[in-house]
Nanobody
């Protein structure tokens, strides 16, 4: 069973940057970042397959970058120009094989952006 462990959350001021990491204990196919703010539904931030191309939600496009190190089974979320509305618990998720859903989740890491 693959496990995911996130790290890198914290408190940052508006306009600042953070980088989240998600280490997988085994190989994965599609890796994604989600976030959930208090009182709001969980939303997809973006995802990446085994190659370099990633998809981003419109709310973060141009500010966030997802990358992965396949040799280390780590996916990163570089967050720049952070806004208070980016405050949320961020989760990484994995689809382990093609055609499967995100059925493996990390524990989440809190990101707080102060105004």
């Amino acid at each position: 069973q693959v496990q995911l462990v996130e790290s890198g959350g914290g408190l940052v001021q508006t306009g600042g940057s953070l980088r989240l990491s998600c280490a997988a204990s085994g190989r994965t196919f599609n890796m994604a970042w989600f976030r959930q703010a208090p009182g709001k539904a969980r939303e997809l931030v973006g995802y990446i397959f085994n190659g370099p191309n990633a998809y981003y939600a419109s709310s973060v496009k141009g500010r966030f970058t997802i990358s992965r190190d396949n040799a280390k089974n780590i996916v990163y979320l570089q967050m720049n120009s952070l806004k208070p509305e980016d405050t949320a618990v961020y989760y990484c998720a994995a689809a382990l094989t093609p055609g499967t859903d995100y059925n493996t989740w990390g524990q989440g890491t809190q990101v707080t952006v102060s105004s």
